[in-house]
């Protein structure tokens, strides 16, 4: 009787005959990246303007629109006024994996932008009466046009649930992307997609493919690979526990 090819290859591989193959690594077998170390800024490229690091950030007891920092290392947050430098990484990134904690005032406007150029809005959206946008927290970013002034030209993708904290409040972000695909020649054969975004535990986004780029950048050329950003130019944010590990 002839015995089925599975069969006989289990029988080898008990016997230490047949090398079993390495399985791909998956995602949870790698290490994360923090990119908040004690009391410099060494995974970001510089300039990093008014960025400073702090042991915790508040609300601004004489101004609830601004943050102050308490004493201490492990968060970071963008300047007095909350209007400077970007923070970009120096690695670039494909597909990934990103977890981190932010902190806004009241009325406040930040976001993260995988590869420079895919944005998760982060914003005071806290008590919002109307449905979620995507230019509310946890959405992912109209397209927009900077002329005659700046406009959003689409409505970008809204979250599935307003799951924003209270301003002053630590929010956690989590999310996993996956990068556009190019052929050989360069040719874009898939696009972008966000395979889930979770804010404050509540899923935002499942699988979401991103035709384009976000915001103003939706003109700009796809590559596989890019920087990670956070948006430090349009309010106050703190960060803290950012990590990342390659998919």
């Given at each position: 009787m002839r015995m089925?090819?599975?069969?006989?290859?289990?029988?080898?591989?008990?016997?230490?005959?047949?090398?079993?193959?390495?399985?791909?690594?998956?995602?949870?077998?790698?290490?994360?990246?923090?990119?908040?170390?004690?009391?410099?800024?060494?995974?970001?490229?510089?300039?990093?303007?008014?960025w400073f690091v702090a042991g915790n950030a508040i609300i601004d007891p004489d101004n609830i629109k601004r943050l102050k920092g308490e004493a201490g290392t492990g968060v970071i947050i963008?300047?007095?006024?909350?209007?400077?430098?970007?923070?970009?990484?120096?690695?670039?990134?494909?597909?990934?994996?990103?977890?981190?904690?932010?902190?806004?005032?009241?009325?406040?406007?930040?976001?993260?932008?995988?590869?420079?150029?895919?944005?998760?809005?982060?914003?005071?959206?806290?008590?919002?009466?109307?449905?979620?946008k995507g230019s509310d927290s946890g959405g992912i970013y109209p397209r927009a046009e900077l002329k005659p002034k700046y406009h959003h030209i689409d409505n970008g993708y809204a979250p599935l649930t307003n799951a924003s904290l209270p301003p002053g409040e630590w929010q956690t972000l989590d999310l996993i992307f996956q990068a556009p695909r190019f052929d050989a020649e360069g040719k874009k054969v898939a696009n972008a997609r966000f395979v889930k975004v979770t804010l404050n535990g509540k899923v935002a986004h499942d699988n979401v493919e991103v035709p384009t780029p976000t915001g103003n950048n939706w003109t700009r050329k796809e590559t596989p690979k890019g920087p990670i950003l956070l948006q430090a130019d349009h309010g106050p944010v703190a960060f803290r526990n950012i990590r990342v590990r390659a998919r």
């Open positions: 089925r090819t599975s069969t006989i290859l289990k029988g080898l591989l008990l016997l230490g005959v047949v090398a079993a193959a390495p399985l791909p690594a998956l995602a949870s077998d790698r290490e994360w990246t923090e990119l908040i170390d004690e009391g410099n800024f060494s995974a970001w490229k510089g300039p990093t303007g008014q963008n300047g007095p006024t909350g209007r400077t430098n970007n923070l970009v990484t120096k690695a670039e990134y494909g597909d990934v994996e990103v977890h981190l904690e932010f902190l806004v005032p009241k009325g406040s406007n930040s976001g993260i932008k995988l590869q420079g150029v895919y944005e998760i809005q982060i914003f005071d959206s806290w008590g919002a009466k109307t449905p979620p």
